[in-house]
């Protein structure tokens, strides 16, 4: 991102919080960043195109930093805290945009952004199935979606508290609270054997409704498996599918190849399914 677009990004952030997006003109932006509206419409086709760049950019500032948090030493339960912890700091720090997006009637929703709020929905999601896979293994497969499903909700309802600023929380001792509530859900499913409300096959049709995952995607889950593993074969073999994938054209043999040398590996259940679902493999 260029210099001169990321200022222009981070000032009509600022402006979109104190005054609400309806209420703001371009010309207050580019006021704000010293520059004229010719130099604004060079990155952006409108005030809705900076809102979805805005939207992108403070997702992708709190995505960074859960993503940096060094776990490779962590069991799958501390860093599940750890980043938990990390994702509401940034949350917090960031909630005046995200109060105008709650309390802002007049957000265009077009197409682009739909689509964009659905794959920060997506991607959250992943976030939690991946955590969970990692701390409870398969035993919990058969509940694994409903459990996302109100794991996510637990923790909403307490972002709610904080981005309105009704409630001051330790958010380390906050995120390993709502872990715990977890091991607690999970033995009254193991308990009960009822059948899960989320099945399969809903989650398949559900899934239809969300994009398709890029190569960026893929990407990012290799980088952040990679950042956990230290056994020196498997780093080699996701390099190779990484570089395949960086290519114009991805060598189905060779990834197909590669995903058979770690296909018992544990802890890359998850992504192997990612890749062979993207390659139809």
């Known amino acids: 991102m260029k210099e001169k677009e ?38 952006f086709k409108s005030k809705d195109a900076l809102l979805l760049s805005a939207f992108k950019y403070q997702f992708q500032l709190i995505q960074s930093k859960v ?3 060094p776990v490779k030493d962590l069991s799958p339960r501390d860093a599940f805290v750890l980043q938990l ?32 709020i659905k794959k920060m929905t997506q991607n959250i999601g992943r976030f939690y199935h991946r955590s969970l896979h990692a701390i409870y293994g398969t035993k919990i497969d058969r509940y694994i979606f409903d459990l996302n499903m109100i794991l996510q909700g637990i923790v909403q ?38 059948e899960p409300i989320l ?15 890029t190569r960026e995607d893929l990407l990012r889950e ?18 190779v599918i990484e570089e395949e994938i960086k290519g114009d054209s991805p060598r189905l043999p060779v990834i197909k190849g590669m995903l058979s040398n770690i296909k018992n590996a544990p802890g890359l259940e998850e992504l192997i399914s990612v890749l062979e679902h993207y390659f139809k493999l």
Do not use: H
Not at 199 to 213: A, G, I, K, M, R
Not at 224 to 233: G, Q, T
């Open 6 to 43: 990321k200022k222009i990004i981070e000032a009509a952030v600022s402006i979109f919080a104190t005054k609400g997006y309806s209420a703001t003109s371009i010309q207050e932006i580019v006021d704000a960043c010293g520059m004229s509206k010719g130099a604004f419409y060079l990155y």
């Open 67 to 69: 993503d940096s948090v």
């Open 85 to 116: 912890k990390t994702q509401l700091e940034e949350i917090q720090k960031n909630k005046e945009f995200i109060i105008m997006q709650t309390r802002e009637q007049a957000i265009p929703i077009n197409s682009e952004i739909e689509d964009f």
């Open 157 to 194: 309802s307490y972002l709610k508290l904080i981005i309105l600023d009704l409630g001051q929380f330790d958010l380390q001792k906050l995120a390993a609270f709502v872990l715990r509530r977890a091991d607690d859900l999970v033995e009254g499913y193991l308990k009960s054997d009822e």
């Open 199 to 213: 099945s399969d096959e809903f989650v398949c049709q559900l899934t239809e409704q969300y994009p398709e995952l």
């Open 222 to 239: 290799i980088s952040l498996v990679k950042n956990k593993i230290d056994n020196e074969a498997f780093l080699i073999t996701l390099d």
